[in-house]
């Protein structure tokens, strides 16, 4: 098919829905370099030391997919979620697992007493350094994998140009750090990686760039309808597109 051909498939892909936070559409059309951490790993050995009586949030769980596959302890897990359809989700099958689930839209205003939690954990959320010292017990632990300001960055710019982006581009760990040893956490664990993503096709590039929309702001087939093309014209001579993804990980102790 040529460029003009593809462009009724593009559209397709990007009219696709999207539940919770599972890509497993994309399945085998895209392919992301591993991170030198295993970041569930590290939250499985943090919960084998809660004890008994020990209380857990998952800060922006998504779609809960995540967190039900830690097995959490029933009756003393909660999880926060600001994207309502996600919410409305959760709310219809996490509480069944003996989960509590909060809608949480302002990062310095949770719904928690002070001193509450025993462990926070939170992957790829926004949150208040200060708001999270707060809720936490005296010991306690906050474990945290952030996606970087510099995700993603050149792809959207090539798409979209300075427009795409409404991330900070100076997110980072050396920011984090330093403002956690701020609030008065002691770091115990660090890590920062750019991994490499590749988009096998075109089509599963549209369907990503659709879902992240404060990375790809305005992205529509239509508009990016040239880069599309060359990026097509790239897969076909490459094998794929690739981009240049920003993860960074902190552990850290009340």
């Known amino acids: 098919m040529n460029c003009n051909e593809l462009r009724a498939y593009w559209k397709l892909e990007e009219e696709k829905g999207f539940q919770g936070w599972d890509f497993s559409y994309l399945s085998g059309r895209f392919v992301e370099q591993s991170l ?24 922006g769980t998504g779609g809960g997919e995540f967190l039900l596959s830690l097995s959490p302890p029933a009756g003393r897990t909660h999880a926060t979620e600001a994207h309502l359809p ?14 509590e689930v909060s809608l949480v839209q302002d990062d310095c205003t949770l719904p928690y007493k002070s001193q509450f939690f025993d462990l926070v954990i939170n992957r790829h959320e926004s949150f208040s350094v200060e708001e999270v010292y707060r809720i936490l017990k005296p010991g306690g632990i906050c474990i945290t994998q952030q996606v970087g300001g510099m995700n993603n960055r050149e792809l959207s710019q090539f798409l979209l140009g300075d427009e795409g982006m409404v991330t900070d581009a100076g997110f980072n760990l050396s920011q984090t750090v330093t403002e956690l040893n701020h609030a008065g956490f002691t770091i115990l664990k660090q890590q920062e990686f750019f991994p490499t993503l590749q988009f096998i096709d075109v089509g599963a590039l549209v369907y990503f760039a659709k879902i992240i929309e404060w990375e790809f702001a305005g992205f529509s087939v239509d508009r ?31």
């Open 86 to 99: 996600n919410y409305e989700l959760c709310k219809s099958t996490l509480p069944a697992h003996g989960i």
């Open 224 to 254: 990016c309808f040239e880069q599309l093309c060359l990026l097509q014209e790239r897969v076909e001579q490459e094998g794929f597109v690739s981009s240049k993804e920003h993860r960074f990980f902190v552990s850290a102790r009340k």
């Open 36 to 59: 030198p951490w295993d970041y569930k790993k590290i939250v499985k050995t943090a919960m084998s030391n809660l004890g008994g009586d020990g209380v857990m949030l998952d800060m």
